[in-house]
């Protein structure tokens, strides 16, 4: 069983093939950054207008990598939502018409599941697994009990941890968009104490029960300390305090989820269960180190799929799709896009 992937939901136009033996054939994403840096975050109009160029293209490629044609794919998937309403569009109706031209069951995916699924992909997890969603649009900790049947136990309450991110890079004058940046710069500090003892910053709801973030309280402290003289060791300095309390405050909440995962999960005889990291912000080195310590003291283990599949890409849309086409869970041509769209309403009986 092939599946052919189309991912737009926010600034990269994807494609890719994956077969249902967690084979990827292909995987070709487009990036837009350049679309979007001058305006300092991605612009919902132009981005739309560039998937529109790109889609056509993208979704070729992806088949030709593959070396496959139509006739060989079993079911085409792309992203209904969430996300940019302009961009979730072009994606859906590119699927939608390669699905009614060719004939194929068409499946609507949402894109948080896509990040949910990708470990199944990339490191055969299986359900009930947790999992910690952080990117620029979400940050999230949710139960995956079964496919369709996600648990949220906590969510932001303002900012995006990969937003926050991205706020401070453009604070510190970085590149578009800042957080790889962020991460850069704080890994050129040589004395973590002595930068959190320049840089004082909170660490909002930590010590608190639940499992909800916030960052604007973070972000705002951040943007008091910088100037427009700031030296280039400062910055330094005041990114890697920065980082080390984004991953503080994960470690915190992360703590309190793995609670109520093992009260409900603890007992499953001598498997270990998981937390499984996705999205952008999965990449950064600092607060990965934090997770697998914290998961090592609480008898989990710790996992996130490559960068590749962390940052949005159509691989994981493609898999989502493999995984509800094997059950059948397939959707007619007159499904709709939807720029929010909550995990816990994918349930099917």
């Keep these: 069983m092939k599946v052919l992937g189309i991912e737009s939901s926010c600034d990269e136009t994807a494609a890719a093939v994956v077969d249902v033996d967690k084979s990827i054939l292909s995987n070709v994403v487009s990036s837009q950054i350049q679309n979007h840096e001058r305006y300092g975050g991605v612009v919902p109009e132009i981005a739309a207008r560039a998937h529109m160029d790109q889609i056509q293209f993208i979704t070729q490629k992806a088949l030709d990598d593959a070396k496959v044609t139509l006739s060989d794919i079993d079911g085409i998937a792309a992203t209904c939502g969430p996300g940019l309403i302009g961009g979730v569009i072009v994606g859906m109706m590119a699927g939608k018409t390669i699905a009614c031209m060719a004939d194929k069951p068409f499946i609507g995916i949402n894109h948080l599941e896509g990040h949910v699924l990708s470990p199944r992909l990339s490191d055969n997890i299986e359900f009930p697994y947790l999992v910690l969603l952080v990117s620029g649009a979400h940050t999230q900790i949710l139960i995956a009990h079964n496919l369709g049947h996600y648990e ?31 991460a850069e710069l704080a890994a050129q500090c040589k004395d973590i104490t002595a930068a959190e003892k320049q840089f004082s910053l909170p660490r909002p709801m930590v010590g608190r029960d639940g499992c909800d973030f916030s960052f604007s309280g973070l972000k705002t402290a951040v943007l008091r300390y910088v100037t427009d003289n700031m030296s280039q060791d400062d910055k330094i300095m005041l990114a890697a305090a920065m980082e080390k309390a984004v991953a503080e405050i994960m470690n915190n909440r992360v703590k309190n989820a793995i609670s109520i995962f093992n009260q409900r999960y603890g007992n499953n005889g001598d498997k270990k269960p998981y937390l499984v990291t996705g999205g952008g912000v999965a990449a950064n080195q600092t607060i990965k180190d934090h997770l697998v310590r914290l998961t090592k003291e609480h008898n989990l283990i710790f996992t996130a799929p490559p960068p590749v599949l962390c940052t949005d890409n159509a691989a994981m849309i493609a898999w989502a799709g493999i995984e509800r086409l094997k059950k059948g869970w397939v959707d007619s041509l007159d499904v709709k896009a939807r720029p929010r769209w909550p995990l816990e309403n994918l349930k099917r009986e």
Excluded: I
């Excluded at 303002?158 to 800042?178: I, N, Q, S, T, Y």
């Design 152 to 182: 949220l136990l906590g969510t932001t309450l303002d900012d995006a941890v990969g937003e926050c991110f991205d706020k401070v890079g453009r604070m510190l004058g970085l590149p578009f968009p800042g957080g790889k940046h962020v």
